[in-house]
């Protein structure tokens, strides 16, 4: 059996225009992984595209529709290049919304999964709002563009530019989308999704501590967020918005401290 080429989008944003030093360093390590990387930038320099390694197509668009409209323009790209042909493809979706701190960690632990026909995976899944695998970090086989209803979904992505509407028709509306199609979501991170239970008896228990304790229900959270400190030690990775709001509530004593002195605090707070 021929092994599948890996191939890449990488969906970039930056506030003023600029790339971070992490994100360069991704890039130079998935060269030796991905046997094609597609980035795609909103409002990129053309400064900042020179550091940018060689070999890497780079795809400039307008600030609109986030970074799903991103993933589109890169598949689009691909959908020529290779002509239309993804069957002996495995595609994986990236964003710069994550910090890449020790980006090895992140990528040795996603190109090594193999990718079965009727699967949808993600770095992690979420129940937040509804069962999702969140769209940072997603890959599948490209077998599923057989599937017409998945292929005409992607075709028909439109730049959205109101948030809210972007997570529900798309972030969220892709999961159903797989659902809808008999493919299954996984996701290599579990520990938020085992900390719900099926048993009958332990179910009761976990609301009453919900209820009158205020035990947070972790699963039905972002896992990222909530459970930063094993993403970190795991996939090498932080959540960008993470960093720069702080927020008590997600426990991040010490995260700046631990990006100050690999000199990514700044890279992260002026993204």
Same mark, same amino acid.
């Given at each position: =059996? ?109 190109? +090594? ?64 989308? =797989? ?16 900390? +719900? ?75």
């Amino acid at each position: =059996m021929n092994k599948k080429e890996k191939i890449l989008v990488f969906a970039h944003y930056h506030s003023k225009g600029l790339i971070r030093r992490d994100v360069l360093v991704f890039l130079k390590i998935s060269k030796k992984i991905f046997t094609k990387v597609v980035f795609v930038s909103t409002k990129i320099k053309k400064k900042e595209i020179k550091k940018i390694p060689k070999g890497i197509r780079v795809i400039k668009k307008r600030n609109i529709g986030y970074d799903f409209y991103s993933y589109k323009k890169g598949w689009e790209f691909l959908k020529i290049k290779i002509n239309d042909n993804f069957s002996n493809k495995n595609l994986f979706f990236i964003n710069s919304s994550i910090l890449f701190v020790k980006p090895e960690k992140l990528l040795n632990s996603i190109s +090594k999964k193999s990718l079965e026909n009727k699967e949808f995976w993600g770095l992690s899944r979420s129940l937040e709002l509804t069962d999702h695998v969140s769209t940072y970090c997603f890959f599948f086989s490209g077998i599923l563009f057989e599937n017409k209803n998945i292929f005409n979904w992607w075709k028909n992505i439109k730049p959205l530019n109101d948030r809210n509407k972007v997570v529900a028709k798309y972030e969220l509306g892709l999961s159903e989308l =797989m659902i809808r199609n008999d493919i299954e979501l996984k996701s290599l991170y579990k520990k938020n999704l085992q900390l +719900k239970t099926n048993n009958f008896f332990k179910k009761i228990i976990q609301r009453f501590k919900e209820i009158f304790f205020k035990v947070p229900k972790y699963y039905k959270k972002n896992p990222i967020n909530y459970f930063w400190k094993d993403f970190y030690n795991k996939y090498g990775i932080i959540k960008v918005k993470l960093v720069q709001e702080n927020n008590e509530k997600y426990k991040t004593d010490g995260l700046r401290s631990i990006l100050k002195n690999k000199n990514l605090l700044d890279d992260a707070l002026n993204n």
